[in-house]
């Protein structure tokens, strides 16, 4: 647990003493609300026993900041917190947290919404899947650019 808005690392979290942690730093927060996001077993029909995640260290601390100064902007909320695990993760383990503090709970919602749309879309993270059929990078998806599309953001990553 760190008190850094982002951090990118290897080993797994834990989600009450970052919620916790989170809470600790402000008086005003009324909600926390948290999204934890797990390696699928499957995908598009193959069973998943592994995913490998690369960043670009430097960079994809700074795109994830912009995103929660975004949402900050967005929201009124009272904080945020971004954590996103890399190397390689089995399936069922925890890849990513998502952490919104605000005085009410509504806000909070939809911020952390917010950042998890932006994060499938926009920050720089390479996923490659294991499967009993090989090893594949994972492709950006439609779906993902269209959730981002409702916060009137085109990300255009999945191409047409």
Same mark, same amino acid.
């Given at each position: ?18 919620? &916790? =942690?989170? !809470?600790? #730093?402000?008086?005003? +927060? ?6 934890? *996001?797990?390696?699928?077993? $499957? ?45 390689? &993760? =089995?399936? !069922?383990? #925890?890849?990513?947290? +998502? ?6 709970? *509504?806000?909070?919602?939809? $911020? ?49």
């Amino acid at each position: 647990m760190n008190d850094s808005r982002v951090s990118i690392q290897t080993q797994d979290f834990d989600l009450g003493a970052e919620t &916790l =942690a989170l !809470r600790q #730093q402000d008086g005003g +927060v009324g909600a926390v609300v948290s999204f934890v *996001g797990t390696v699928r077993e $499957a995908s598009d029909g193959e069973q998943v026993s592994l995913m490998e995640l690369e960043h670009y260290p430097g960079m994809t601390e700074a795109a994830i900041e912009a995103m929660i100064d975004q949402a900050l902007q967005r929201f009124d909320i009272r904080g945020a917190r971004v954590i996103h695990r890399v190397g390689p &993760l =089995a399936a !069922r383990e #925890q890849i990513v947290l +998502v952490l919104v503090s605000s005085a009410h709970r *509504g806000e909070a919602f939809q $911020a952390c919404e917010f950042l998890m749309d932006y994060l499938k879309t926009q920050a720089p993270f390479w996923k490659k899947e294991h499967t009993p059929a090989g090893a594949h990078w994972v492709d950006a998806r439609v779906a993902d650019d269209a959730a981002l599309a409702r916060w009137g953001i085109d990300a255009g990553n999945a191409g047409a």
